[in-house]
């Protein structure tokens, strides 16, 4: 039942890895909620402080109504338990138990692709992301990013403006907007994609929770566009999780003088596929979708 899900998700002490682990142990979201403190003590990687946290957590939530509440607000959720969860998301080591969204999470379950870039980026990469995207849309693939400012925005836009689909996914609770100025975009995501999050309302956008958001972006797409990224940016962080998910992670070249290219330098070096042409990207997916590209140029 989603109401123990979203109850366990309610403790900030549980991640993926440990929740993942206790339902690998106790069977359901319901017996974990259940069980004795020693019970969930014996579980790898918990111990007698974690148990001790969910015994007080459970003397302050009741899952129904906590559950009920999150329901009134119009959002919904997907358990790894329902034939809805994306599927390629159940390959990854540490898939959420829980999945809240606002949209149709059917747009996951056709060919998808992620689109990430630095927050910061050129006029260049501000057009490649659009234009990709835009082209990605009219072959009918869902155009996976984060609604961060800078290259997710313009990717989101691109699919958007072109009658695709897209996802957002978040680093905070599906009731916050960030970063606030895109609370229109959010709101186009939802009514033509899925936005999506595996962190409870309320959930502020704490820095710590961008890595986790990025293994969900990678995740969700059978692979990884980085348009523009600087030596440290996030984006290199996702084409890195891509790679250790076993996904594909495409780069576009840039100006050697640019510093927002650095980043993509750096991963052709690595071995991703140097990207002049959204075809090289669509190469690696079935013949159809190459060939609703040349139908709509």
Not at 136 to 164: E, K, N, P, Q, Y
């Amino acid at each position: 039942m989603h109401a123990y899900y979203h109850a366990l998700n309610l403790i900030p002490q549980l991640g993926p890895v440990r929740t993942n682990r206790l339902l690998a142990a106790c069977g359901s979201a319901c017996a974990v909620w259940e069980a004795s403190a020693s019970r969930l003590a014996a579980v790898e990687g918990c111990g007698v402080g974690l148990a001790a946290q969910i015994a007080s957590a459970r003397e302050l939530i009741d899952p129904i109504k906590a559950w009920q509440e999150f329901c009134s607000r119009g959002f919904t959720a997907v358990s790894r338990d329902d034939g809805a969860y994306p599927l390629l998301l159940r390959e990854i080591h540490d898939p959420p138990p829980l999945l809240y969204y606002s949209g149709d999470l059917r747009v996951l379950h056709q060919p998808s692709l992620a689109v990430v870039g630095s927050r910061r980026h050129t006029v260049y990469g501000r057009e490649i992301a659009y234009k990709f995207a835009a082209q990605l849309a009219v072959c009918g693939i869902t155009v996976v990013s984060g609604m961060a400012r800078g290259i997710d925005t313009w990717a989101h836009r691109g699919t958007l403006d072109h009658s695709g689909a897209t996802a957002a996914v978040l680093g905070c609770g599906l009731d916050i907007c960030y970063p606030p100025e895109n609370r229109l975009l959010m709101q186009n995501i939802q009514r033509q994609g899925v936005v999506l999050s595996e962190f409870p309302p309320g959930s502020e956008p704490l820095p710590a929770n961008f890595p986790r958001r990025n293994r969900l972006i990678s995740g969700l797409s059978q692979g990884t566009l980085v348009v523009e990224a600087g030596e440290k940016s996030g984006a290199l962080i996702t084409a890195t999780i891509a790679l250790e998910q076993g996904r594909e992670v495409f780069a576009v070249p840039g100006s050697i003088l640019s510093n927002c290219s650095r980043g993509c330098h750096y991963l052709i070096k690595q071995g991703a596929k140097l990207v002049d042409g959204v075809e090289a990207i669509l190469e690696e997916f079935p013949p159809e979708y190459i060939n609703r590209l040349k139908v709509n140029i």
